[in-house]
């Protein structure tokens, strides 16, 4: 997601008790400064994420400034350039990929365009069919 919060889905996601990690999130000078304009509401909308894994110690900074709690956030660096995996991070994901779904197939279409949304619900169909 980066730096899109979107208030309808995250009250969604909460309200279903369904966790939400924002990935490779980045957070500018100046977009941190329109979010801290709505102060409560933010602090509020940012209660509900389960994780933010920010891109670099300042993006995770502007989030905490915000009313993220330091246990909802983690620096991990630009996921699509800086990421390798050890063994600790593949224990972690199995670990998470255990709480969250064990008995769910999950799939994730992310950075779509313009048309690729039809194409994406002609898989998922037939992934349902499959599993």
Same mark, same amino acid.
């Given at each position: 997601?980066?730096?899109?919060?979107?208030?309808?889905?995250?009250?969604? +996601?909460?309200?279903?008790?369904?966790? +939400?990690?924002?990935? #490779?999130?980045?957070?500018?000078?100046?977009?941190?400064?329109?979010?801290?304009?709505?102060?409560?509401?933010? $602090?509020?909308?940012?209660? $509900?994420?389960?994780?933010?894994?920010?891109?670099?110690?300042?993006?995770?900074?502007?989030?905490?400034?915000?009313?993220?709690? $330091? #246990?909802?956030?983690?620096?991990?660096?630009?996921?699509?350039?800086?990421?390798?995996?050890?063994?600790?991070?593949?224990?972690?994901?199995?670990?998470?990929?255990?709480?969250?779904?064990?008995?769910?197939?999950?799939?994730?279409?992310?950075?779509?365009?313009?048309?690729?949304?039809?194409?994406?619900?002609?898989?998922? $169909?037939?992934?349902?069919?499959?599993?």
């Amino acid at each position: 997601m980066e730096t899109e919060l979107w208030p309808n889905m995250i009250a969604t +996601l909460h309200k279903r008790k369904i966790p +939400l990690v924002i990935a #490779n999130a980045r957070l500018s000078e100046r977009s941190a400064k329109g979010y801290a304009r709505l102060g409560k509401f933010m $602090r509020r909308l940012l209660s $509900r994420i389960t994780l933010i894994a920010a891109q670099n110690e300042e993006d995770a900074n502007r989030f905490i400034s915000l009313g993220l709690k $330091r #246990n909802q956030l983690a620096v991990t660096g630009s996921l699509k350039f800086d990421i390798s995996v050890t063994p600790e991070l593949a224990a972690r994901a199995i670990t998470l990929r255990r709480q969250w779904a064990p008995h769910r197939q999950v799939w994730i279409a992310t950075s779509t365009h313009d048309g690729e949304e039809q194409i994406i619900l002609q898989a998922h $169909r037939k992934l349902l069919e499959t599993f």
